[in-house]
């Protein structure tokens, strides 16, 4: 069970900064993936949402999650795109703000080709704060 590092995981994922959303990640023996993000203080989604009181938005908390739940197909994912094709039944408990570690669990229901069903949720210390189930593609880069 090999931690990736942020270094690592871009050997896999195309996202760069501001946008890659996992510090580390790893598979654990039972197929699930997990991803680890901790909020910066300065982080460009916080900044406006909202001045002297910021929140994470949701859609962050959701790439956040979508991002970890790539990392169970690492290997198939150089020289193609992850796009989001569908969020479904996502819910929000609790607020996450700078300061907080994001922990998500992401495990893949279902594959059909390229396409990818994968359930998560982000904790913040155990506290459950979204769930949902997501589904990507892999698209080959142009």
Same mark, same amino acid.
């Given at each position: 069970?090999?931690? #990736?590092? =942020? &270094?690592? /995981? ?16 790893? +598979? ?43 990392? #169970?197909? =690492? &290997?198939? /994912? ?16 609790? +607020? ?47």
């Amino acid at each position: 069970m090999e931690t #990736l590092t =942020k &270094e690592q /995981i871009k050997q896999y994922l195309p996202h760069r900064e501001p946008m890659l959303l996992i510090d580390e990640a790893y +598979i654990d023996d039972n197929g699930i993936a997990h991803g680890k993000y901790l909020i910066k203080q300065d982080e460009f989604f916080t900044r406006g949402h909202f001045p002297g009181n910021p929140i994470v938005p949701g859609v962050i908390q959701c790439e956040i999650m979508a991002q970890s739940c790539a990392i #169970l197909v =690492k &290997e198939e /994912i150089p020289g193609h795109n992850t796009l989001y094709v569908g969020i479904d039944k996502v819910r929000f408990k609790s +607020i996450v703000r700078p300061g907080d570690l994001c922990e998500v669990s992401a495990t893949l229901n279902e594959r059909r080709g390229e396409m990818f069903f994968c359930s998560a949720k982000l904790e913040v210390k155990g506290k459950l704060c979204c769930k949902g189930q997501l589904t990507f593609a892999l698209m080959p880069k142009e």
